[in-house]
């Protein structure tokens, strides 16, 4: 009873006549025994080929892995190393930012050495730093006052100095002064 079920549902009629057109079925039963069992096979073989990939790439993960668990104690012993190298970095880094912030003092003595006249004896140039500007205290002496005079008016003359002003001035034998 049941093969004749089986057999109403699935009639296929392998042996066709020429001038005879067949069905769907037969066509799609034609199709499967010729160019679809090439499709089969290259799906498949894709399908192999990237399971075979696969566990090569399983396996170069391990062996990544195995050699990375033995250069633990390796980096591990370079610790120390590392830290030093840092903190170097980092100092380094700060007198580069305090060599880029800070005035370029060389230039500062050169300015100040072109415009003291040749009777003014400097005594000290002392600079310090107050809310990112920098302060000059030059103290020195001369036999004239007017030559304190000209090298005050020399100081506020050059574009880079602000704010000359003359602090102290004595006139005990030669004249002593504080700009």
Same mark, same amino acid.
């Given at each position: 009873?049941?093969?004749?079920?089986?057999?109403?549902?699935?009639?296929?009629?392998?042996?066709?006549?020429?001038?005879?057109?067949?069905?769907?079925?037969? $066509?799609?039963?034609?199709?499967?025994?010729?160019?679809?069992?090439?499709?089969?096979?290259?799906?498949?073989?894709?399908?192999?080929?990237?399971?075979?990939?696969?566990?090569?790439?399983?396996?170069?993960?391990?062996?990544?892995?195995d050699k990375i $668990?033995?250069?633990?104690?390796?980096?591990?012993?370079?610790?120390?190393?590392?830290?030093?190298?840092?903190?170097?970095?980092?100092?380094?880094?700060?007198?580069?930012?305090?060599?880029?912030?800070?005035?370029?003092? $060389?230039?500062?003595?050169?300015?100040?050495?072109?415009i003291t006249p040749?009777?003014?004896?400097?005594?000290?140039?002392?600079?310090?730093? $107050?809310?990112?500007?920098?302060?000059?205290?030059?103290?020195?002496?001369?036999?004239?006052?007017?030559?304190?005079?000209?090298?005050?008016?020399?100081?506020?003359?050059?574009?880079?100095?602000?704010?000359?002003?003359?602090?102290?001035?004595?006139?005990?034998?030669?004249?002593?002064?504080?700009?």
């Amino acid at each position: 009873m049941a093969a004749s079920k089986i057999q109403k549902l699935f009639k296929i009629n392998l042996l066709i006549k020429r001038g005879e057109n067949p069905d769907i079925l037969t $066509k799609l039963f034609k199709w499967a025994l010729s160019s679809g069992r090439f499709i089969v096979i290259i799906v498949e073989m894709v399908v192999i080929s990237a399971f075979v990939y696969r566990y090569k790439l399983d396996t170069d993960l391990a062996n990544i892995q195995d050699k990375i $668990k033995q250069q633990i104690p390796y980096i591990q012993s370079l610790k120390n190393e590392e830290v030093a190298i840092r903190q170097i970095q980092f100092q380094l880094a700060s007198v580069k930012q305090i060599k880029s912030e800070d005035p370029n003092y $060389k230039q500062l003595f050169e300015d100040i050495s072109t415009i003291t006249p040749k009777s003014i004896r400097l005594a000290t140039i002392s600079f310090t730093e $107050k809310d990112l500007k920098t302060a000059v205290l030059i103290t020195g002496q001369t036999p004239s006052n007017l030559e304190v005079s000209a090298f005050m008016g020399a100081l506020r003359k050059d574009p880079k100095l602000t704010g000359v002003i003359l602090t102290n001035i004595s006139f005990e034998g030669e004249t002593t002064f504080s700009i």
